[in-house]
C-alpha cells in the first residue's frame, strides 16, 4: 500500500517507515515542492494533523498520513504542546526548543514535578475527504540535561516512564517499540488493513491535555 506522509522532515519520515513496516511504500512532500506547508492553525494536535492531511489528499491520488505531535510538560501546564515545534520561535531549532524548555522548567520558584508526555495524532486522508483518527501518547520525565546522539525534537530530554534512558540514548528498536508515534501507528496500520469508510459522525479519540 503507498502512503505519502504530509511532511518534508526525513528523519519523521524515516521513522514511519521503519513503524509500518514493508507492506507499505512511504514516502514524503519532498517530491512535491508545489504543496506548500499546512497553516496548522488547530486549536489541538487532531486538528492540525486533519488540516494537514486533507490539505495534501487533495493534490495526490493515494492515501495522504499527516502527524501532528509534541510535548506535554505538567508543570507548564502543558507546554509546548501544539507549539512543540516552534517554541522557541518560528524556524527553531531542535537545540533551542531543548533549550527554552529546560530554561522554563528551571524558572519556576519552587522545585516541580518534571512529569511529561508525548503525545500523537494520525489523520488518514483521500482525495480531500478524511477517512479517519489515530493517537497514541507515552508518559514520562523530563531530564535535566540533554542526553543522546539519536532521535530528534525534545528526544534528548524525555525519559519514558519506567526507563532510566532518554528517547536519544536507546536504540531505535527500542524506542519504536515505546513512542508515541509508534503507539499511533499501530493503531493506523490496523485501520489501514481494515479500511472501513469514514463515518462524519464518528468521535475523534484524543486523550485531554494534562
Given at each position: ?6 511532511t ?34 488547530g ?8 488540516e ?6 487533495k ?60 503525545r ?9 475527504e ?60 490496523e ?5 472501513q ?14
Open positions: 500500500m503507498q502512503l505519502l506522509i504530509a518534508r522532515n526525513r528523519q519523521k519520515t524515516r521513522e514511519f517507515a521503519q513503524l509500518l513496516g514493508a507492506e507499505f511504500s512511504v514516502s514524503d512532500l519532498s517530491k512535491y515542492q508545489d504543496i506548500p506547508a499546512a497553516a496548522e492553525n486549536k489541538t494536535f487532531a486538528e492540525n494533523a486533519i494537514k492531511a486533507l490539505a495534501a489528499s493534490k495526490v491520488d493515494c492515501l495522504v498520513v499527516a502527524d501532528d505531535s509534541g510535548l506535554e510538560v505538567h508543570a507548564l501546564g502543558g507546554a509546548p504542546g501544539i507549539f512543540s515545534a516552534r517554541y522557541a520561535g518560528e524556524g527553531a531549532t531542535d537545540v533551542q526548543n531543548v533549550e527554552k524548555l529546560l530554561r522554563a522548567l528551571c524558572a519556576q520558584s519552587v522545585p516541580t514535578s518534571r512529569r511529561a508526555r508525548f500523537c495524532v494520525l489523520a488518514v486522508a483521500r482525495r480531500g478524511l477517512i479517519d483518527t489515530v493517537d497514541g501518547t507515552v508518559e514520562g520525565n523530563i531530564a535535566e540535561e540533554p542526553r543522546g546522539k539519536d532521535g530528534f525534537g525534545y528526544d534528548p530530554v524525555f525519559v519514558p516512564a519506567g526507563f532510566d534512558h532518554t528517547f536519544a540514548e536507546m536504540p531505535v528498536e527500542l524506542k519504536n517499540q515505546l513512542s508515541h508515534r509508534a503507539r499511533a501507528v499501530v493503531a493506523l496500520r485501520r489501514l488493513r481494515r479500511m469508510p469514514y463515518r462524519p459522525n464518528d468521535s475523534i479519540s484524543v486523550e485531554p491535555p494534562l
